[in-house]
């Protein structure tokens, strides 16, 4: 039997199964594109956004400033998001996605398809409506937790 608090358990079948699901993931994703490019894209779609800073990208999805001007200069690249100056801050740069990058994050949905019969196997649809709203309910407490000392 597992000794570990039930927390910790939680957190490593959450772990595990980002990592197989994560590869999986992008093993299946279109040619070019990456799970970090496909993160920003799918985050402007999830939050409605129309223009988002570095920075603000860069907090939202947990990585740093670094991390994230390189993913971006990449995506600008291939066409899939457009940076503009900020006209309230010329320091600062607003990035926008495009209509071939709202294509992109399309097709890597599509792409995902044959994997969505895994989790529909593995679970009913009250399972999975429970699961969800478990598991959103966990993201949005840690969420607003992410910025206070532990």
């Given at each position: 039997?597992?000794?570990?608090?039930?927390?910790?358990?939680?957190?490593?079948?959450?772990?595990i199964i980002d990592q197989l699901?994560?590869?999986?993931?992008?093993?299946?994703?279109?040619?070019?594109?990456?799970?970090?490019?496909?993160?920003?894209?799918?985050?402007?779609?999830?939050?409605?956004?129309?223009?988002?800073?570095?920075?603000?990208?860069?907090?939202?999805?947990?990585?740093?400033?670094?991390?994230?001007?390189?993913?971006?200069?990449?995506?600008?690249?291939?066409?899939?998001?457009?940076?503009?100056?900020?006209?309230?801050?010329?320091?600062?740069?607003?990035?926008?996605?495009?209509?071939?990058?709202?294509?992109?994050?399309?097709?890597?949905?599509?792409?995902i398809g044959p994997l969505l019969?895994?989790?529909?196997?593995?679970?009913?649809?009250?399972?999975?409506?429970?699961?969800?709203?478990?598991?959103?309910?966990?993201?949005?407490?840690?969420?607003?937790?992410?910025?206070?000392?532990?």
């Amino acid at each position: 039997m597992n000794r570990e608090p039930l927390p910790f358990q939680l957190f490593t079948e959450i772990a595990i199964i980002d990592q197989l699901a994560g590869n999986a993931f992008e093993r299946a994703l279109p040619a070019g594109i990456t799970r970090a490019q496909f993160t920003v894209l799918h985050h402007f779609i999830r939050r409605g956004l129309a223009e988002q800073s570095p920075a603000q990208l860069a907090d939202a999805i947990q990585v740093t400033r670094g991390t994230m001007t390189s993913t971006l200069a990449r995506m600008e690249r291939s066409g899939l998001i457009s940076v503009r100056p900020d006209p309230a801050d010329g320091r600062a740069k607003l990035v926008a996605l495009t209509e071939a990058g709202r294509a992109m994050r399309d097709a890597c949905v599509a792409a995902i398809g044959p994997l969505l019969p895994l989790v529909e196997q593995s679970l009913d649809e009250t399972e999975l409506q429970t699961m969800l709203q478990l598991l959103q309910r966990l993201r949005q407490k840690l969420d607003n937790a992410r910025d206070t000392a532990i």
